[in-house]
């Protein structure tokens, strides 16, 4: 055999292999006690726009692209999963306290307006994900609001 | 052919082998180094000294506009946050420290991850500044503060930080605009 067949060869082979490590998947099922609608009123708008845009990635639930069955692909939204969550999850955002449940909203239309979220490398492949002008208004709106609201509260 | 293959990949494990081995080496070497170093200036002080120290250099990073001490500065005060003494405060100020303790600290991680992002590093400041402020009025600080108030910043919604001197150094406008700003309150 020639040393490019051989290299082939061996490149299939791991390529296969990897195909039996597989990351679990973030997917729950459940609606968390601690999900952010049941510490503020999110309206049915804006909650389909954050389910779109913002829950592959701050959830336990993610709706999974077909190639997320290939390795390695699979591993790096897997990593891309974990991370958005450790950040931000609306699943678990009744668990931050108030203090924090404050600065991730401000986060969040912070990054909304400065174009980081969401990354625009995951909204070039779901489309459905990138929001629209009227959508980030929507968004910012709501957050202002809920963060008046929490103010007062102080 | 194939022995020749093998024997490149046995080769280049080998090697690897051998890097991580050194490296390892070297990075448990200096922790160690570097905690001798902070226990010299330790003294006896207020409970929040570190903090404010660290707070302090990040300010002084922020008005110079220079993000790598910024983010320096933020990681010193993770750090700051994981060995501080809740054991020195009184329960009023303890309830003080706890309520910012979890939010504060994330503020500095992410200034500390954020090197090459001012503008960023600024967003986290804004709200890790009102929580020292807080933090400063219940427990103090160790030394004189002043509060001050930048009229400008974030479309002019204004913003404000703690220095050491009556002198303004804006943290949130840096060189463009440095004398910019107002003291609030003399702290104590």
């Known amino acids: ?154 | 052919m194939k022995t020749l293959v093998f024997s490149i990949a046995l080769s280049t494990l080998f090697f690897a082998a051998c890097n991580n081995g050194t490296t390892n080496n070297e990075s448990t070497k200096e922790p160690s180094s570097a905690a001798n170093n902070q226990k010299a200036p330790a003294a006896p002080g207020s409970p929040t000294e570190e903090l404010v120290n660290d707070y302090l250099q990040l300010k002084d990073a922020l008005a110079k506009d220079n993000d790598k001490d910024a983010a320096a500065a933020g990681n010193k005060m993770v750090k700051a946050f994981n060995n501080f003494d809740k054991t020195s405060l009184t329960p009023e100020q303890a309830k003080v420290y706890n309520d910012i303790e979890e939010d504060a600290k994330e503020h500095a991680e992410h200034i500390g991850a954020n090197a090459g992002n001012i503008e960023h590093q600024r967003e986290h400041f804004e709200t890790l500044s009102e929580e020292i402020y807080e933090l400063v009025k219940s427990a103090g600080a160790g030394q004189k503060l002043y509060y001050t108030h930048c009229p400008m910043y974030n479309n002019n919604k204004g913003a404000n930080w703690l220095s050491g001197t009556k002198e303004i150094q804006n943290p949130y406008l840096g060189q463009a605009m440095s004398t910019c700003g107002t003291v609030k309150e003399e702290l104590n």
Request: glycine share 4%; with cysteine; hydrophobic share 40%.
């Open chain 1, 1 to 154: 055999m020639s040393r490019i067949k051989i290299i082939l060869l061996v490149v299939l082979l791991v390529f296969i292999l990897i195909q039996f490590i597989r990351p679990v998947r973030d997917e729950n099922g459940q609606a968390s006690p601690d999900q952010i609608g049941k510490v503020y009123a999110v309206p049915e708008n804006v909650n389909a726009v954050l389910r779109a845009s913002c829950y592959d990635c701050h959830s336990n639930n993610t709706d999974y692209p077909w190639y997320a069955e290939i390795q390695p692909a699979g591993w790096w939204l897997a990593s891309h999963i974990r991370r958005g969550k450790s950040e931000l999850n609306f699943d678990r955002f009744g668990e931050y306290s108030k203090r924090r449940q404050d600065s991730k909203l401000k986060s969040i239309a912070n990054s909304i307006e400065d174009g980081t979220m969401p990354l625009p490398s995951y909204a070039f492949i779901h489309t459905d994900a990138k929001l629209s002008k009227k959508n980030k208004m929507l968004i910012k709106n709501w957050i202002k609001a809920t963060r008046d609201s929490l103010s007062k509260k102080k």
